[in-house]
């Protein structure tokens, strides 16, 4: 069983940054692709940023050229650098994974991030 595990989360205030970490029990390298998800309260789960297995990224909208994902595969870790933040970004962020061939499916339990303005 693959287990993800996110840090990093906490309060700031908005213009700030933070970086998230997701750390994976196996080689992320196994993996055909890691995302970043958020939840707001009474909001449903959206899809942040996403980087495949070869390094390619894609991101949301409402936080491109704000947000950078990246992963250590040595580290087997994926970050999330998160600056300029906003009182909308506050959240729960999860972190994804799905695992090369299979296609399984795994998440991380969630860390909460809060911007206060």
């Known amino acids: 069983q693959v287990q993800l595990v996110e840090s990093g989360g906490g309060e700031v205030q908005a213009g700030g940054s933070l970086r998230l970490s997701c750390a994976a029990s196996r080689n992320i390298f196994s993996f055909n692709a890691v995302d970043w998800y958020r939840q707001a309260p009474g909001k449903q789960r959206e899809l942040v940023a996403t980087?495949?297995?070869?390094?390619?990224?894609n991101y949301a909208d409402s936080v491109k050229g704000r947000f950078t994902i990246s992963k250590d595969n040595a580290k087997n870790t994926v970050y999330l650098q998160m600056n300029t933040l906003k009182p909308e970004d506050t959240a729960v962020y999860y972190c994804r994974a799905t695992s090369w061939g299979r296609g399984d499916v795994y998440w991380g339990q969630g860390t909460q991030v809060t911007v206060s303005s």
């Open positions: 980087i495949t297995r070869s390094g390619s990224t």
